[in-house]
């Protein structure tokens, strides 16, 4: 026997396993199929049993429109994450360095302006705009396409259309105010920043991956993540169209700057993702529209999931100047761009 | 691993409301249908094509830089929470809990001017808003004296007398739906929620002597019947 066999792990009767990397599989691959099984039955049977018998209107309401605002969502978004997948695998990094200005100042525009053709949500772009910066491009004008690109893309302009039928001036109301926001915010960090505050990270590709590979892994981890908080955002929206009493809402909507701050304030607590925060916006009636802009604009910018992606990517002492100036700019370009156009 | 499954559940419960029946209609416009599928076939593909990524890593497992992300957002964990509301609570379309909340008055529809004359004799059917449109804005006043058809729910009214006949309307989902009201005159309520088919004809009220806070419309209803929801619930 043992003269026939040579490589193969059987040929040693005195072997008591194989070895660890002959067969074996990761230690949760051996569970992880079992739970999956158990929860499609339990989704199976709660649904045959279940349902039924969970019907409070109050329930039943909140159930609906939370996943209305999901269902809604999830098209725009995995559109928007397969974009910004194929745009981080695809494009080469020369291509960023040669299209953009070398001088700071008017490289700051033209990478804003460069968020109208890169499509994808706000969760993805502050990795590509890490990625600009580990490849060179000026922090300045990596982070006025950080704003600009969740605000302007197509797929958030059609969106907005979408959202706003028969007010296209809407549509072309955030993309000024948006663009307008990304490039003054990307001046002034190019003014007042300082090179310590901003922590440039180092990405490294993973060696020995395939294209296809590294697409669908980025598409994987965006969708994750930006599904994720998209799911936080219709919560609180759902909840709030439930529990707070539209009166409220409606006595709010009536005072002219009062209403824009609290808009702005629930863009950044509802952290809805660019690609649906339109169809929210749509939704808050009793709100002016200049109001709803500001909603629009501040969204996409500043929220709680942002401002958590962006002191776990540049650091936070980044976070704590960026934010505030973001916001800032944002209110007074949406009331200064309401007063004009709405 | 567990984050693809959980994608795999997700793109399963997408296909389940649209490719598999017509529950999308409960939350979005029926037009929404061919995004839903396509969308629910890549998240499918993404959480299937990653288990079976997963499942062939040998034993080591987490190298340094697998994916990028060994363990994925903590986030993605509330993926979940739709996919458990579908299929546990499998939320049906806004009902007069939705439509009663909503106090205020729907945007009054311009007036177009251009309705067609409505045939007198047999009772014509058609839709809530356009009964509200004619009502409001139709300077021919074409609804005096016809027979009209409107199929709705029941809601209750506040005031002795009356229901209201109510479709609810989506600009986009029904987070944003705001109901259509037609208040019901002479007939009995049949229970909240109950979908009915009311004939009837409508009680002209002038706009100049308008109530404060009258937003429906009203109508003397002849025969008021029992009947299936419809296919599309909303308006």
């Known amino acids: 026997m043992s003269d026939r066999t040579t490589l193969d792990w059987t040929a040693d009767p005195d072997s008591p396993v194989p070895p660890p990397s ?30 039924p018998h969970l019907t409070a209107p109050a329930l039943r309401t909140w159930s609906t429109i939370f996943v209305a605002i999901c269902v809604q969502a999830i098209p725009f978004l995995v559109l928007g994450v397969a974009l910004s997948a194929a745009i981080t695998v695809f494009v080469p990094p020369s291509f960023w360095t040669r299209a953009l200005p070398r001088r700071p100042y008017a490289a700051v525009p033209v990478a804003g302006a460069a968020g109208l053709v890169l499509p994808g949500c706000e969760c993805a772009s502050v990795p590509v705009a890490s990625g600009l910066m580990a490849r060179g491009v000026t922090p300045s004008a ?45 001046w002034a960090w190019q003014w007042l920043g300082r090179p310590g505050w901003l922590r440039i990270p180092d990405r490294a590709p993973v060696p020995g991956e395939s294209r296809m590979s590294a697409f669908l892994s980025a598409m994987r981890h965006d969708s994750l993540h930006a599904g994720g908080f998209m799911v936080v955002g219709a919560l609180t929206a759902a909840t709030l169209n439930v529990v707070v009493p539209r009166s409220w809402l409606a006595a709010v909507g009536d005072v002219p700057v009062l209403s824009v701050l609290v808009l702005a304030t629930l863009a950044v607590l509802l952290s809805i993702c660019s690609e649906a925060d339109a169809f929210v916006a749509a939704s808050l009636s009793t709100f002016s529209p200049t109001a709803k802009l500001a909603f629009l604009v501040v969204g996409p910018m500043v929220d709680l999931k942002l401002i958590a992606l962006q002191a776990g990517t540049f650091g936070r ?26 | 691993m567990a984050q693809s499954l959980v994608l795999t559940l997700l793109g399963g419960a997408v296909l389940r409301v649209s490719a598999l029946s017509d529950i999308y209609v409960n939350y979005v416009k029926p037009g929404f249908r061919l995004p839903l599928v396509v969308a ?19 034993y080591p497992g987490k190298g340094p830089g697998q994916d ?35 106090q205020t008055p729907p945007p009054r529809p311009a ?12 009772a014509t059917a058609m839709p809530v808003g356009e009964f509200i449109g004619r009502a409001w804005g139709d300077p021919n006043q074409s609804l005096r004296g016809r027979q009209v058809r409107l199929v709705g729910f029941v809601v209750p009214s506040k005031k ?27 007939a009995a309520a049949p229970r909240a929620d109950t979908w009915v088919e009311v004939t009837g004809t409508w009680v002209p ?8 806070g009258t937003v429906a419309p009203e109508m003397k209803a002849t025969r008021v019947a029992k009947v299936n929801q419809p296919g599309e619930p909303y308006e």
């Not at chain 1, 067969?23 to 929860?39: K, N």
């Not at chain 1, 209110?331 to 309401?338: A, C």
């Not at chain 2, 007036?111 to 047999?122: D, M, N, Q, R």
């Open chain 1, 22 to 51: 002959w067969g074996r599989r990761a230690p949760e691959a051996q569970v992880l199929p079992w739970v999956f099984a158990a929860l499609v039955g339990f989704l199976l049977i709660g649904n045959l049993l279940l349902a």
């Open chain 1, 142 to 186: 990596a982070l006025a396409f950080l704003l600009a690109s969740p605000a302007i893309n197509p797929v958030v302009l059609v969106a907005t259309a979408v959202a706003f039928p028969g007010q296209p001036v809407m549509v072309l109301a955030r993309f000024a105010a948006s663009l307008a926001v990304a490039v003054l915010a990307g």
């Open chain 1, 317 to 342: 002492a980044f976070a704590a100047r960026f934010v505030p100036l973001t916001f800032a700019l944002a209110i007074g370009v949406s009331l200064l761009v309401g007063w004009v156009l709405l």
């Open chain 2, 40 to 58: 629910g076939l890549v998240i499918l593909l993404l959480g299937v094509l990653g288990v079976a990524k997963e499942w062939r890593r040998p």
């Open chain 2, 68 to 102: 990028g992300h060994g363990h994925g957002p903590w986030v993605a964990w509330l993926l979940c929470l739709p996919v458990i509301a579908i299929f546990l609570i499998s939320p049906p379309p806004l009902g007069s809990y939705a439509a009663e909340r909503d």
């Open chain 2, 111 to 122: 007036p177009v001017g251009a309705y067609v004359a409505i045939a007198p004799g047999t």
């Open chain 2, 160 to 186: 002795k007398g009356q229901w209201y006949l109510t479709r609810m309307q989506l600009r986009c989902c029904a987070a944003d739906a705001f109901p259509l009201k037609v208040a019901v005159l002479g």
């Open chain 2, 205 to 212: 009220t002038p706009y100049d002597r308008l109530p404060k």
